[in-house]
């Protein structure tokens, strides 16, 4: 089908069509806050990526559109850090909030979430997506330019904050203290450059490792929200698909292993506390938040999840792993 005419001026101005092609385009489904096109140039396909106003999620949840600039922004710096980790970005248009970058064919790169949905646990991918996690986070830490080019505490308030733990909080008005304190402590909690939105939908694995793609939360920050933010899925999908519980455990493991080595920017045990304690706040946000996760459906599975998370919400743990130990037992494994 023909892109949207605003796509086409963008690409057009860009120069990244010939003159008199008009290309053709097919809508990618998957992402509640943007439209995303994959485009047929003469060149060779591409992908554009355009940043909606409100997301496509049953809740009223809007956010500014000028995140797609600071999306743009993380993936050229965590590219000059980790290249192999992100797509190339090929053109930017601030006015019409989209951009084009490299499209990663199918044939070669599959999305983790299918992989782990699966029960493909590959333990090497879990301890990569660590290890680049953590080259990302050690090199901003230490760029003093970092901070004034990620301005983003509003947009990281309305788009992660807000959305899981204000929100939980609000669902649960007995845990909203603990709630709250978290929310207070990681917007002060400035050490390096965030992604926000590292999940395993948002992670390709190719054959130079694993891609980071839709880094529309970033933000200069705390560290311990991505490792925590990841962590989460992986407990989750215990609960999608038991017959892999043990293996996504171990790939836990080895994702928190890996980050963990790499910290060098600060004590490791205070980010590793601050991650443990984020855990159970977003493991209740993704049941009870704005944006809960699509799998979980079955209300027994629900209240599983809201009876960790309360107990750990109550009694803090000191680091991830406590929070998985208490799981596994929830689990029976």
């Known amino acids: 089908m023909e892109p949207p005419s605003e796509i086409v001026a963008a690409l057009r101005q860009c120069g990244l069509l010939a003159p008199g092609e008009s290309p053709s385009g097919q809508e990618l489904t998957g992402g509640v806050s943007s439209d995303i096109w994959l485009i047929a140039l003469r060149g060779g396909p591409i992908c554009v990526k355009r940043a909606l106003p409100k997301l496509k999620v049953a809740a009223d949840w809007r956010v500014p ?3 797609n600039a600071f999306e743009v922004a993380w993936m050229q710096v965590a590219g000059r850090l980790v290249p192999e980790a ?20 199918s044939a070669a790169f599959c999305l983790w979430k299918s992989e782990l949905r699966d029960g493909r646990v590959d333990l090497d991918v ?37 959305p899981y733990l204000e929100e939980a909080a609000r669902a649960h008005p007995d845990l909203a203290p603990a709630l709250h304190g978290l929310v207070r402590t990681t917007a002060e909690s400035k050490r390096a450059l965030v992604h926000g939105d590292v999940s ?49 455990l171990l790939g836990f493991d080895a994702l928190l292993a890996a980050y963990a080595e790499g910290i060098d920017w600060e004590p490791r045990a205070e980010l590793l506390r601050r991650a443990g304690r984020l855990l159970p706040g977003l493991f209740l946000g993704r049941i009870d938040g704005k944006s809960p996760v699509d799998y979980l459906t079955v209300e027994a599975d629900k209240n599983r999840v809201r009876r960790v998370a309360r107990r750990l919400l109550l009694t803090p ?6 929070v ?6 929830e689990l029976g494994t």
């Open 126 to 162: 879990a301890r990569e997506v660590g290890c680049r996690l953590v080259r990302i986070h050690a090199g901003t830490a230490r760029d003093p330019a970092i901070p004034a080019q990620f301005p983003t505490d509003a947009i990281f308030h309305a788009i992660r904050l807000e």
């Open 324 to 329: 998985r130990q208490i799981w596994a037992t």
């Open 86 to 105: 992100v797509p190339k970005v090929l053109c930017h248009d601030v006015a019409a909030g989209m951009f084009a970058m490299e499209y990663l064919d």
């Open 65 to 67: 559109v000028g995140r």
């Open 317 to 322: 743990p000191e680091d991830p792993g406590t």
């Open 200 to 248: 395993p939908k948002n992670i390709l694995v190719g054959p130079r490792g694993p891609v980071f793609l839709d880094a529309e939360c970033a933000w200069y920050g705390d560290p311990a929200f991505d490792l925590a933010f990841c962590l989460n899925h992986l407990l989750l999908k215990c609960l999608w698909v038991p017959a892999a519980r043990n293996r996504l």
